[in-house]
Every structure is written in C-alpha cells, then in structure tokens.
C-alpha cells in the first residue's frame, strides 16, 4: 500500500517561496511518476506539476510554470516542489499523488494521495 506524507506547507508573504516535500513508503518509489495538484476553497482540485520516474520528464499548469519546479530524489523517496514568487491566487492545499506508471502523463490517472498540506500566500 502506498503512503504519501505531505510538508512544508505554510504562511508567506506575496513574492516569497516555499519549497514542499513529498515522502513515499510502501513500494518502490523510483519506479513511477509523481504529481502535485491543489485544490482552493470551493474550487475543483487542479493539476499543478509531475514528474517520470528518472526525473528526466516534467511538465507543469501554466499557472505555475517559470515559478515552480517539480523535482525528485529516488534514493530518499522524496518529491519536491520549490514554489517561488509566490501569488495569493496560490493559496491552496496542496496533494501529491502517484500512480502505477513510469511516465507522468496522462494527469487524470493519478489514484494514490497524500493528505495535502495548507499553502497560504498573503497580499
């Protein structure tokens, strides 16, 4: 079974950063594609960024792209995603999410996430 533990969340100023992390348990990890989306209050949860299974692939919302990055390290089970110049219009829990592929796409096939963490951006 798999278990997705969300961090890193947190309250930032307009234009700061925050960088969440994503630990993985529960089967090999460097085998399959990650994802993070989120979801604002009374919105639909979107997709935000993933990433194949090496690291080599990566694709992003053009909401975010040219200020987040989506990275991974398979020898600690970890996902990454570095959030910078941050927007109020970020605020959102953030998930990440896996599924039983190598490669990243298609974005509406991902079935295992974690709790989600709060991402709160101030104006």
């Known amino acids: 079974q798999v278990q997705l533990v969300e961090s890193g969340g947190g309250l930032v100023q307009a234009g700061g950063s925050l960088r969440l992390s994503c630990a993985a348990s529960g089967r090999t990890f460097s085998s399959f594609a990650m994802a993070w989306f989120r979801q604002a209050p009374g919105l639909e949860r979107e997709f935000v960024a993933a990433?194949?299974?090496?690291?080599?692939?990566?694709t992003y919302a053009d909401s975010v792209k040219g200020r987040f990055t989506i990275s991974r390290d398979n020898a600690k089970n970890t996902v990454y995603l570095q959030m910078n110049s941050l927007k109020p219009e970020d605020t959102a829990v953030y998930y990440c999410?896996?599924?039983?592929?190598?490669?990243?796409?298609?974005?509406?096939?991902?079935?295992?996430w974690g709790q989600g963490t709060q991402v709160t951006v101030s104006s």
């Open positions: 999410a896996t599924k039983y592929s190598a490669t990243w796409y298609p974005v509406s096939e991902y079935d295992y």
């Open positions: 990433i194949n299974w090496s690291g080599a692939s990566t």
